[in-house]
């Protein structure tokens, strides 16, 4: 039997004559019996050996598989170490080695960790689901069909370490209960010759299935998740661009679900340009509401950011229709216009009708074409802000903003140094994997890396807490906010644009604060109790309800 050796002060609702309020309760936190571990065996010496073990290993996809047992036999200490060492391994568990463990997974695979649905269960979906052993558990899931993981296309079942990625930092970062969380990944085939011949592969061995079916499946998927798990929030995972965006579409008003390709990306974005746009502005002397914003690549990350970048010049007064004719995109047929020709449904909202010339091609040609004061890129394409482009910008601007995005490092439009270096130390940088700190003319320059995982544990943890029916625009815009408002004094004066992540249980809180009031805003919130509380009350019953290892 367990002993109990601490109990942690949390606040829970309660019902009292009829009214629902909160009551201080305490939590235990069960140690083996003597005997069962070694006689000396001191929590943070042992946190110690595991780090140093983990340092020992020769490669990143080595230190991949050894966190993922060490969660598996000890998940109270994997993300104690996770916590106190975030900056080294958040791009283990995540980006970008979850890209080659991805790659590699059917290789690597040990042991199941989280759900497999497959187009094979159609029809009884509802019996593999209460499968799980945690049903009552169950406040969260991120799900993929492995369509398009990161930047490296179609991975099949072998998606399933995002899901569980993902997963690891909404414990790390928000502190929400490993036992609450449900990774899934739905195989409904895969295009990708090499896994279909591999005999390794842990998926089915047939092409994707059309999108009559797919989307049949779809709907039984998601009612029968509503009803297994009625407490269950959805994050939509690398879904291909059209998928993404016909699921969200179709799904949002009627479950509390939301996307993260499309609208974490976005909020993370907003939060990092808002920042970057003072300090150009500041540089500039022009107003925030004169900013130009240019775009390579018109996926859903592309389009989604795209989107939720307009709140940036709605906040400086400027309608819906001004702001749309502030962003221009660029595909792989150059830039999108109105007169080019037939396009995807998802580019057209952003399809330029003040220009009717020739296709514009080179990206440098549509540089000097838009003169934007930001560059972003979500094209997986490597080395495509090159030297011409970046001088390019430079000239335009006193402190150009290039934010290239893509994962992983290998597919980023360019890296910190080369921006750095080509535009004379004055560029303001956000990359979507880390970069290392640059040292120029004798000051130390920081990029910024606009991680989603600054958005989505507090997103996740706030509609949690507000038990909210769905996920709405301004309570993504709140995240987005509740970021950009979070950095410290010290940051500021360091030019940062994102706060640095060892400090993301505060973030967290923040963003989850503001998740709720927004939530509340909108009528979404079913935990209706949570409206009573003052600000600095919501935000102890937030720390309070942060599950700590």
């Known amino acids: 039997m367990l002993k109990t050796v601490v109990r942690r002060r949390v606040l829970t609702p309660v019902w009292v004559n009829g009214v629902q309020k909160l009551k201080i309760t305490s939590q235990s936190v069960p140690r083996p019996p003597r005997g069962l571990v070694p006689p000396v065996l001191d929590e943070s010496v042992h946190h110690v050996r ?78 593999v689901l209460r499968n799980w052993p945690r049903i009552d558990d169950a406040r969260i899931s991120v799900v993929t069909d492995g369509s398009r993981i990161l930047g490296l296309g179609d991975l099949g079942v072998n998606g399933m370490p995002i899901a569980i990625g993902k997963l690891s930092l909404y414990v790390a970062g928000a502190g929400i209960r490993p036992s609450s969380t449900i990774p899934i990944c739905l195989d409904l085939g895969t295009n990708n010759p090499k896994f279909l011949e591999d005999p390794l592969y842990l998926g089915l061995r047939h092409p994707r299935v059309s999108k009559e ?115 221009w995109l660029i595909d792989s047929q150059g830039l999108i216009y109105n007169d080019r020709g037939p396009m995807a449904e998802h580019k057209k909202y952003f399809s330029r009708a003040d220009y009717s010339g020739p296709p514009i091609m080179s990206l440098a040609d549509i540089v000097q074409h838009v003169k934007p004061t930001a560059l972003l890129g ?52 956000a990359s979507g994997s880390p970069f290392p700190s640059q040292e120029y003319q004798g000051h130390m320059l920081h990029p910024g890396q606009g991680n989603n995982m600054y958005i989505f544990p507090g997103l996740g943890l706030g509609a949690i807490l507000a038990r909210v029916s769905s996920v709405t625009d301004s309570m993504v815009e709140a995240s987005s906010l509740g970021l950009a408002d979070s950095l410290t004094e010290e940051e500021h004066n360091e030019n940062l644009i994102y706060p640095r992540i060892e400090r993301i249980r505060d973030i967290s809180a923040q963003i989850a604060h503001g998740v709720i009031r927004a939530a509340q805003k909108a009528g979404v919130d079913q935990a209706t109790y949570l409206r009573n509380l003052s600000d600095a009350a919501l935000m102890e019953y937030i720390r309070s309800k942060m599950w700590k290892p």
Not at 267 to 278: D, T, Y
Not at 399 to 412: A, D, E, G, K, T
């Open 213 to 327: 079916e797919m989307t049949e499946f779809m709907e039984e998927f998601m009612h029968e998740m509503s009803v297994v798990f009625p407490k269950l929030l959805v994050q939509f995972e690398d879904f291909s661009t059209d998928k993404a965006f016909a699921h969200l579409s179709a799904f949002r008003e009627r479950y509390p679900v939301f996307n993260d390709d499309i609208q974490g990306t976005g909020a993370v974005v907003l939060s990092g340009f808002m920042n970057a746009a003072r300090l150009s502005s500041a540089a500039s002397g022009r107003p925030l509401s004169d900013h130009r914003i240019l775009f390579l690549g018109a996926g859903s990350a592309g389009v989604g950011v795209a989107m939720q970048l307009m709140s940036f010049f709605k906040l400086q007064g400027l309608s819906t229709e001004e702001a749309r004719r502030r962003i």
């Open 50 to 127: 595991c780090i140093q073990q983990l340092r020992s290993k020769d490669n990143d996809i080595e230190k991949y598989i050894y966190l993922s047992q060490l969660k598996d036999a000890e998940h109270r200490t994997f993300y104690k170490i996770c916590l106190d060492n975030m900056s080294e391994i958040t791009p283990i568990i995540y980006t970008p080695t979850v890209g080659d463990a991805c790659l590699q997974f059917s290789h690597i695979y040990r042991r199941p960790e989280g759900l497999y649905v497959s187009i094979k269960d159609k029809g009884s979906i509802g019996k």
């Open 378 to 429: 979500l094209s997986t394409l490597k080395s495509a802000f090159n030297q011409s482009v970046i001088e390019l910008m430079s000239a335009l601007n006193p402190r150009p903003i290039i934010f290239p995005l893509s994962n992983p490092v290998r597919l980023s439009e360019c890296e910190y140094d080369e921006a750095v270096q080509w535009s004379n130390g004055k560029v303001i940088f």
